[in-house]
């Protein structure tokens, strides 16, 4: 099993569409998680952390769940702007411990 | 943005014939990183630097060496290309934030390599 499993996608919505994507993680020892936005051929760039339980941001809220070993990502009133790649990043501890998830492409259509 | 420069931007190369990357910050951030990312992998750590002339191998470090010699630089050398590393080599730094993660990663525009 992968240590991190994140459906590729694409998902495609709508603007103003709500939308969801999970990412399982195996390692139960992860601490904290992360997501970050990747754009096309871009370099990625931090969206979000989350130490607890969740985290919200404006239009972005993210959720875990460590019964299940799941944490999603839920993007409300989606723009075009949205439309990136988004890679599932959980951190079980020391510097080099941040295992990056394949990502989830989401394409945001007018 | 934070300030790193990865050069070149695109290479190609020919199999066993030496390649290095380049990785430039301005930050003065501690630690620094070479990841890979190819089609339906995540990104996967080469080699990493906690400070100068001090670096540990990640989780794909085979066919791959590294030198910080100054702060502000990081080299990624492939001694004799493959095929296999043909691949989009990104950079990133982070500061010592006195935690142990520096899980807020600031990453370089990244360089494509295509070894043929």
């Known amino acids: 099993r992968k240590e991190v499993e994140q459906d590729p996608g694409p998902f495609n919505v709508p603007e103003g569409a709500t939308v969801a994507f999970n990412c399982t993680y195996s390692n139960s020892a992860s601490q904290s998680f992360f997501w970050y936005r990747q754009d096309c051929r871009k370099e990625p760039k931090l969206l979000m952390s989350?130490?607890?339980s969740g985290n919200e941001d404006g239009r972005f809220t993210a959720q875990l769940n460590r019964a299940s070993q799941y944490i999603s990502l839920l993007i409300r009133d989606s723009k075009l702007s949205d439309s990136a790649t988004y890679l599932c990043?959980?951190?079980?501890?020391?510097?080099?411990?941040?295992?990056f998830g394949a990502g989830t492409r989401l394409a945001v259509h007018p | 943005d934070a300030g790193i420069t990865q050069s070149p931007r695109h290479k190609v190369t020919e199999t066993g014939t030496p390649v290095t990357l380049r990785c430039h910050q301005t930050?003065?951030?501690?630690?620094m990183y070479w990841y890979r990312q190819d089609p339906g992998h995540g990104l996967r750590l080469i080699h990493y630097?906690?400070?100068?002339?001090?670096?540990d191998k990640g989780e794909v470090s085979d066919g791959y060496s590294v030198s910080r010699s100054k702060t502000e630089d990081f080299l990624l050398t492939l001694e004799s290309a493959t095929s296999s590393q043909t691949s989009v080599y990104f950079c990133?730094?982070?500061?010592?934030?006195?935690?142990?993660?520096?899980?807020?990663?600031?990453f370089g525009s990244g360089t494509q390599l295509s070894v043929l």
């Open positions: 990043v959980p951190w079980s501890g020391g510097y080099n411990k941040l295992i």
């Open positions: 989350v130490y607890s």
């Open positions: 930050e003065n951030h501690r630690y």
């Open positions: 630097s906690y400070g100068v002339k001090d670096t």
């Open positions: 990133a730094i982070s500061e010592d934030r006195g935690l142990s993660t520096n899980e807020k990663l600031f």
